[in-house]
């Protein structure tokens, strides 16, 4: 059990890992290499114009005043202004900002909204790792139950105590990874001692066994919402204390709106998610009490039958007593 503990652990480091990796930003601007010629400007596109370079006017084109005389009407707008580019005064189109990220985990969702929870989603978080992994581990042990099950030898076994050989049956059900078998082996081992507290001691210890992390499941169903609702809390308070400021801020009530929602909906969801394993394991472990309880009490009546009639067979006999006659 502990190497199917480490190996969940490890799986979910590795799926935590590949969510943490965030994709290359596809908008990110390439630049030119240094020494490229600069683009070629299109006809119909505006000269970059550096700010200390003087604007060229055309020889023909009449100068432009600030004041235009009330007489007059200003310069015709055909008239076009070339401006005459230097290599040096002429520089490349800047490049387009890169968005600022959080780090390596910025650009996944998933992480996004993790941040977006507030400091509550780190028990969260624990609480999901938990219940996941226990969750992993009882399907492994209960795949192995069903294929550890042995029916025909259980049939075997009582078939040989039926016959009235116990060595027998004690032969068969020795070394069986069946928990049926394992009880019943112990049942019959003490059976000249205490048969019923030998089998109520081995059932227990296989009911233990197959309920292990139950317990549990069974925290992480109520730990969850109650941890979502803190978190609910948690962000009500941070949107109302913005409230009382002079200018205010929507981005931060939204904020701590969106901290609360999240958080909800995150201890919620962990809650659905362990409910409906546990309400399934607690069933296996009643079907495996009553298997053992049945094959506990079908040992006992076999068991106990053939014991008087043991008695009988060994039972000395009493010589007749008769009165001599007398002469």
């Keep these: 059990m502990k190497t199917s503990l480490i190996v969940c652990l490890s799986s979910l480091a590795l799926a935590l890992t590949s969510l943490a990796q965030s ?9 030119s290499p240094a020494g490229a010629p600069p683009a070629a400007v299109g006809p119909g596109a505006p000269a970059a114009v550096s700010p200390g ?41 800047p490049a387009a ?19 977006k929870g507030g400091p509550i989603m780190w028990p969260i978080l624990i609480v999901s790792i938990i219940g996941l992994t226990v969750v992993i581990e ?3 042990w209960w795949g192995g139950r069903w294929f550890r099950r042995d029916p025909k030898r259980i049939e075997k076994v009582f078939t040989a105590i ?7 049956a004690s032969r068969l059900s020795r070394g069986s990874r069946d928990p049926v078998l394992r ?5 019959l081992n003490h059976q000249h001692a205490s048969l019923q507290g030998a089998l109520q001691v081995a059932a227990g210890i296989e009911i233990k066994r197959a309920g292990r992390f139950l317990v549990v499941m069974d925290t992480l169903v109520t730990l969850a919402p109650l941890l979502g609702l803190l978190g609910t809390i948690t962000g009500l308070i941070r949107s109302f204390s913005f409230l009382g400021n002079e200018e205010l801020a929507v981005q931060a009530v939204t904020g701590g709106i969106a901290e609360a929602l999240i958080a909800t909906a995150c201890g919620l ?9 546990f309400n399934f394991f607690t069933s296996r472990v009643s079907n495996l009490e009553f298997e053992l309880q049945t094959a506990a009490t079908n040992l006992e009546v076999m068991l106990g039958g053939q014991t008087p009639a043991r008695d009988l067979d060994f039972a000395p006999q009493a010589p007749a007593s008769g009165k001599g006659s007398s002469l």
């Design 23 to 31: 994709p290359a930003a596809p908008g990110a601007a390439q630049t």
């Design 53 to 93: 370079a003087p604007a060229a006017m055309s020889p023909g084109a009449p100068a432009q005043t600030g004041n235009v005389p009330p007489g007059e009407s200003p310069a015709a707008p055909a008239a076009a202004v070339t401006a005459t580019l230097s290599p040096a005064a002429a520089s490349p189109p």
């Design 97 to 115: 900002e890169a968005q600022p990220s959080g780090g390596v985990l910025g650009s996944n969702w998933l992480i996004d909204k993790f941040h």
């Design 138 to 140: 009882r399907i492994f």
């Design 162 to 168: 039926e016959n009235g050989d116990t060595t027998e």
């Design 183 to 187: 009880m019943m082996w112990n049942g």
């Design 269 to 277: 969801g962990i809650a659905i998610f362990a409910l409906i394993p």
